[in-house]
Structures are given as C-alpha cells and as structure tokens.
C-alpha cells in the first residue's frame, strides 16, 4: 500500500464549479503536508502547505483531519486554467517527502 | 540563471550505456534530490542529500547512484542503463532536508533507454 493514496481522476468540472480532492496517508506521525501541482509535462511546484488548523488561499482551501489520516484540497470558482495534476505530499517513516500518484483535473468552459 | 537546471532536457539511450543526469542549483539549498516519475506510480525518491559531502538512498535507488562534491552540483549517474529505467527524472532542492521544507523542482530530463 502506498504511504500516500489520491484517486487519480480526471475530475471533470465546468468552469465556476467547486472541486475537492482527498488524500489519505498511512503514517500517523506525519507532520506536515503539503499540496503540489503539476502542469502537463512541466515540474511540480507548491501550491499550498497544509496546516493542523486548515489553511485559504484564495480560491483554495486546505484541511486535515488527523483522526481520519486524510488532507483535502478544496478550489471554488474553478478556472480553466486550474486544469492539472494535484499532488498530495506528505512524509514517510523515513522523514522523507512522499508523493501521492496525483489527481488530475480537467476544468471545462 | 535562478532556480535549479537540469541537463539535457531529453536522451534516447541504448541498454547498457553509462549515462549521466546533471542538476545545478543557485539557491544555495542544503538538500538536494532525485525523484523520478512514471505514470500510474507518481514521483518516487532515488537518491538524497541534506548537505554537501552526504548522501542518502530513497525508496528506489538500485541501478543510480550520486555525488555531491558542492553545494550547487547533484549529478545522478546511471552506469549500465536498463529500459526499466525510462523515465522522467527531476531534481529538487529545499534550503535544509527533512520536515515542513518546500521543495523546489527544476524542468525534468525525459530518458529512454531502448
């Protein structure tokens, strides 16, 4: 079983739609968690890190529920140009970064 | 140049061939990594570094290995490619290793071993 688990998707989502992700992860000391995404064929970089409290960043919320050993990634008003692979991360055993294999979101006009 | 570097951006290799990846970063980070990406199995961890002179090994590192002689160079090095090793691989750097740490990626080499 994968430390980090993501239902690959495609989510499919008009334009204007809100859209949730989860994650679940199996290391129950994980600390820290974070939300990447990924354009086609390009690198990963952050989007969000994701806080004990939930955290907003504009049109995107982040949350953590601990007992149940997930991390949500909430987008309202979506654009078209929200169309992308999100990756959840947290960290393993090894204190080590741990990808999830990504959900990818298709945002339609 | 800002950021990390990755060269090249893409190589056909045959099976058995010695291949060297190369990433240069000039954020002057501390630790430095090689993931590589394959569909359906998301980036996994070869190789690590959290400080110059170090090394580490990820969740798949048979068949690589690395050097981090400075802060600034992290080559991986393949020395006898095989066609399980196709992939794209990416560099990453964070200004230390370990927890609550962004890590900043650079533009990927995109590698196939034949």
């Known amino acids: 079983r994968k430390e980090v688990e993501q239902d690959p998707g495609p989510f499919n989502v008009p334009e204007g739609a809100t859209v949730a992700f989860n994650c679940t992860y199996s290391?129950?000391?994980?600390?820290?968690f974070f939300w990447y995404r990924q354009d086609c064929r390009k690198e990963p970089k952050l989007l969000m890190s994701v806080y004990s409290s939930g955290n907003e960043d504009g049109r995107f919320t982040a949350q953590l529920n601990r007992a149940s050993q997930y991390i949500s990634l909430l987008i309202r008003d979506s654009k078209l140009s929200d169309s992308a692979t999100y990756l959840c991360v947290g960290y393993n055993a090894g204190n080590m970064l741990t990808f999830g294999g990504g959900t990818r979101l298709m945002v339609k006009p | 140049i800002a950021g990390i570097t990755q060269a090249p951006t893409s190589q056909i290799l045959a099976a058995g061939r010695r291949m060297t990846l190369r990433c240069t970063q000039d954020m002057r980070h501390n630790a430095m990594y090689w993931y590589r990406q394959d569909l359906g199995l998301g980036l996994r961890l070869i190789h690590y570094s959290n400080t110059a002179g170090t090394t580490g090994k990820g969740e798949v590192p048979d068949g690589y290995s690395v050097s981090r002689a400075n802060t600034d160079d992290f080559p991986l090095t393949l020395a006898s490619a095989v066609p399980s090793q196709t992939s794209v691989y990416f560099c990453?750097?964070?200004?230390?290793?370990?927890?609550?740490?962004?890590?900043?990626f650079g533009p990927g080499t995109r590698l196939t071993v034949t």
């Open positions: 990453a750097s964070s200004p230390s290793g370990g927890a609550a740490n962004e890590q900043y």
């Open positions: 290391n129950s000391a994980s600390q820290s």
